[in-house]
């Protein structure tokens, strides 16, 4: 059963993902460094460590939101970072944080379906995600999609949340996510759904091995998984031929 943010609402998860984040965008980038107590920043800047022996000119930044990963993603020195979300509300915030920050001449971002890129074969050096993968709704659809855009020899790096298993992480990490975040978020956003959505997407989508099955599937080679914080999250990387 696909988990979705509205489950009154008839519409299919791509459409009420996007119009979850229209409604929390402007106090997104607060409760996302909030509710992970800033860990959030660090666990970018390890996966964008993982390109710098690449150097790779042309990156693509999937699921962008505001485009804090498109900018960690500067400090590899690249010619321009294109982001991609299909939220207009973060991209909104995100277009005047680069304009303010003075990153708009090397940061752009666009409206789009991470699903249907609108980018010829074998366009970026190299395509990143953070926490976006999990709200595909088609996962392999939209992991295709990534390889498709990317050239021979160029890397994904997908940051996503994962499940720590190992005792007594595991037992905070499920009461924080779902006793804490929802109440927090809701306070803020002003959407309990959005924070109520979270915990779920993250317990339904298929982590460690298993998602590097699915990169496997569509094509990615050399795929491994690196975990962070205890399994709170983990960084998949992927190559294509």
Known sequence: MTVVPYKDKESG???????????ISQNYDFLNHFLSLGIDIRWRKKAIKLLREDKPRLILDIATGT???????????????IGVDISEGMLS???????????????????????????????????????????????????????????PGGKAVVLEFSRPNRFPFK??????????????????SKDRAAYTYLPESVEAFPDGDRFLAHMQQVGYKNTKCKPLTFGVSSIYVGEKA
């Open 13 to 23: 998860k791509k459409e009420q993902v996007a119009e979850m984040f229209d409604n």
């Open 171 to 188: 037992q905070l990490y499920n009461f924080y996510f779902k006793a804490i975040l929802p109440k927090i978020g809701k306070v803020i």
């Open 93 to 151: 915030v995100g277009r005047e944080k680069m304009k303010r920050k003075g990153y708009d001449d090397r940061i752009e971002l666009q409206q789009g379906d991470s699903e249907g890129l609108l980018f010829e074969d074998n366009k970026f050096d190299a395509v990143i995600v953070s926490f976006g993968v999990r709200n595909f709704e088609n996962l392999d659809k939209g992991l295709a999609d990534m390889y498709r855009v990317l050239k």
């Open 67 to 81: 485009g804090d990963f498109a900018i960690e993603a500067l400090a590899l020195n690249p010619d321009k970072v």
